[in-house]
């Protein structure tokens, strides 16, 4: 019987320390590592996915769509993609696996995938097999490894964390809608060319009678107005002077980081599973 074992690697923290663990504990497995890539990733993924290469010793295949973001927002009428309506997952994302792994299934063969749940998430369920071929395996859950055990053993094994942790929760697209205000923020700071082109992307979609944005209640250029990006920067810095404060208060508790996401305490049902583990 045939078998093949395959493990996502999303540019984020979680899928990198399953490479590692897998690599580390169950070198027996022959993975193949492959990034699902939607054209729209941020450079500190790329130059990660290159780092992790280089330990791997493996390359890590780019599934590409064979359509690309464009088309289908076209194909959507120029509606952006949404918590509601996310079409981008579907046709960058998991359509381009599907379609990678058909012909193993279709034949018979069994797909083992390696997903990154951690020990913390047990309310999380990953993606779930599409197919009877199709097993899902959660190796951090069950070795017990939560957040802290994932950024132990990426810095043990010197691979070290994307740099974009330094100002984003997440990976995924450039103009992800899962973002916070003050990512955006920091978007317009950073990668201004990716910035400028999510504002020409919400521009169309307006030009084309959609009333969505890609931030809740506020578009891009609103967001980045002077008194705006001052009114965000402050009310950041002041929750990440609570939670510090908090953290000081229990030290056993405290994070080992301060992702954007425990400085506004977002909910984990606001990260996209599929993009960002
Ligand atoms: S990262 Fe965000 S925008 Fe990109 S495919 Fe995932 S949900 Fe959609």
């Not at 493996?58 to 952006?80: G, T, V």
């Not at 920091?186 to 307006?206: G, Q, S, W």
């Not at 609570?242 to 506004?264: F, G, M, W």
Request: aromatic share 10%; proline share 5%; with cysteine.
């Amino acid at each position: 019987m045939n078998e093949k074992h395959i493990l996502g690697i999303s540019g984020g923290r979680d899928s990198a320390a399953l490479a590692v663990y897998m690599q580390h504990f169950h070198p027996e497995i022959e993975m193949e590592y492959f990034f699902t890539d939607t054209g729209k990733e941020l450079p500190e993924v790329m130059s990660f996915l290159g780092k992790l290469e280089g330990f791997l010793g493996k390359p890590i295949h780019a599934l590409n769509p064979d359509r690309d973001f464009d088309f289908w927002l076209a194909e959507y009428n120029h509606f952006l993609p949404s918590p509601r309506t996310r079409w981008c997952t579907r046709q960058l994302k998991l359509r381009p696996m599907e379609k990678w792994l058909e012909k193993d299934l279709a034949n018979g063969t069994i797909v083992h995938s390696y997903v990154a749940i951690r020990a913390d998430e047990p309310q999380r369920e990953g993606h779930q097999s599409t197919h009877s071929n199709m097993h899902v395996h959660f190796p951090l859950r069950d070795a017990g490894i939560d957040r802290k055990g994932v950024i132990d053993l990426l810095e043990r094994f010197g691979v070290g964390q994307p740099d974009y942790y330094q100002w984003r929760s997440r990976s995924g697209c450039t103009f992800c809608f899962y973002q916070q205000k003050i990512e955006w923020v920091e978007l317009h700071d950073r990668h201004r060319d990716k910035f400028d082109e999510a504002v020409a992307y919400e521009k169309t979609a307006h030009e084309h009678g959609s009333p969505f944005t890609w931030s809740q209640g506020e578009s891009l250029l609103e967001i980045v107005e002077p008194e705006r990006q001052a009114q965000i920067r402050e009310d950041y810095a002041k929750r990440l002077a609570r939670l510090r404060s908090k953290q000081r208060r229990n030290p056993l508790a405290a994070l080992i980081t301060e992702d954007v996401d425990d400085v506004y305490g977002a909910n984990q049902d606001t990260a996209c599973d599929v993009c960002s583990r």
